[in-house]
């Protein structure tokens, strides 16, 4: 299988599984900051939908460290320099580490909630922690991707389509200003990216 098709492929995985994945509980969650109270009814509630959701969400980044790498393999050869490329695979590295530890810590949340062990000062502190991984921490990640996936893909005989390449662009400085603080942005600006990526790599 091409490095072309695994990259569509991969991509719609992501999109879905992550999309799929955040809608199932993440629609309505507390802001960061939220009082305690309200964190530890969140948990209590919605810890089946954050179990299911955060599972879908941990496949989800498996795809995209695959999704990722064929992508920089496309790249690579389309522009016959791997600088950007390479700088495109790190940053998606680093945004599958911080979300690795977003999903995993708020689903260590949801189990303890269901067995109704989650207190005041655990639950805040699980529920923050995974915030600021989940949108700064990986938006950084993220907007490295972004930036040096369009920008390698200008530069690269247009291995995508430009409007994919100026989308991603867009998108990478999105998350990386202070909006990417947002959870949802982050979250968003991952299932938007994969998406069109799957979607131009295939029209061209």
């Given at each position: 299988m091409g490095a072309k098709r695994i990259t569509r492929l991969s991509g719609t995985a992501v999109a879905v599984l992550f999309g799929g994945g955040s809608a199932i509980w993440g629609l309505g969650m507390p802001n960061a900051g939220a009082p305690v109270a309200e964190v530890l009814q969140f948990y209590d509630e919605r810890y089946a939908r954050i179990i299911v959701g955060a599972s879908l969400s941990l496949l989800a980044i498996a795809a995209f460290v695959l999704f990722a790498a064929a992508l920089r393999r496309v790249l690579t050869e389309r522009s016959g320099d791997d600088v950007l490329p390479t700088a495109a695979f790190g940053g998606a590295?680093?945004?599958?580490?911080a979300g690795l530890g977003a999903e995993t810590i708020n689903l260590t949340a949801a189990l303890r909630a269901r067995e109704d062990e989650l207190g005041r000062d655990l639950g805040q502190a699980?529920?923050?922690i995974s915030q600021i991984l989940g949108s700064t921490a990986s938006g950084v990640g993220l907007g490295v991707?972004?930036?040096?996936?369009?920008?390698?893909a200008l530069r690269g005989n247009l291995a995508l389509p430009r409007w994919v390449?100026?989308?991603?662009i867009v998108v990478g400085i999105l998350v990386l200003s202070p909006l990417g603080h947002v959870n949802e942005?982050?979250?968003?600006?991952?299932v938007v990216m994969s998406a069109v990526i799957a979607i131009g790599i295939g029209d061209e």
């Open positions: 590295v680093l945004m599958a580490a699980l529920f923050e991707f972004g930036l040096a996936t369009g920008a390698a390449s100026v989308l991603l942005v982050a979250g968003a600006g991952l």
